[in-house]
Nanobody, 121 residues
Framework: QVQLVESGGGLVQAGGSLRLACAAS????????MGWYRQAPGKQRELVAA???????NYADSVKGRFTISRDNAKNTVYLQMNSLKPDDTAVYYC???????????????WGQGTQVTVSP
């Protein structure tokens, strides 16, 4: 099994910054894409940012220029630096990875348990 453990959420005032981290552990042969999603109350889960194992990135329009995703392949860890936070960024943030446990395994999606980010006005 692959486990994802997130850290770094919390309460911050508008305009502030937070850095999320997510470490993957367990039986891992290869991790492909890693990313961050978020879900606000009453809304669907949405992609925030994603990064390939080669370092190519993709961002939601709402966070471009404010958030930066990065990863450390040696540590199987993905980060999300969030600057200029807005109340609309308030949500539970989930880490996701697309991984293969052995060279012969099917590539599957794995999810973290989520971390709350709350931005006060």
């Amino acid at each position: 099994q692959v486990q994802l453990v997130e850290s770094g959420g919390g309460l911050v005032q508008a305009g502030g910054s937070l850095r999320l981290a997510c470490a993957a552990s367990g039986s891992i042969f290869r991790i492909n894409d890693m990313g961050w999603y978020r879900q606000a109350p009453g809304k669907q889960r949405e992609l925030v940012a994603a990064i390939t194992n080669g370092g190519s990135t993709n961002y939601a329009d709402s966070v471009k220029g404010r958030f930066t995703i990065s990863r450390d392949n040696a540590k199987n860890t993905v980060y999300l630096q969030m600057n200029s936070l807005k109340p609309d960024d308030t949500a539970v943030y989930y880490c996701n990875c697309n991984a293969r446990r052995t060279p012969w395994s099917t590539t599957l999606d794995y999810w973290g348990q989520g971390t709350q980010v709350t931005v006060s006005p």
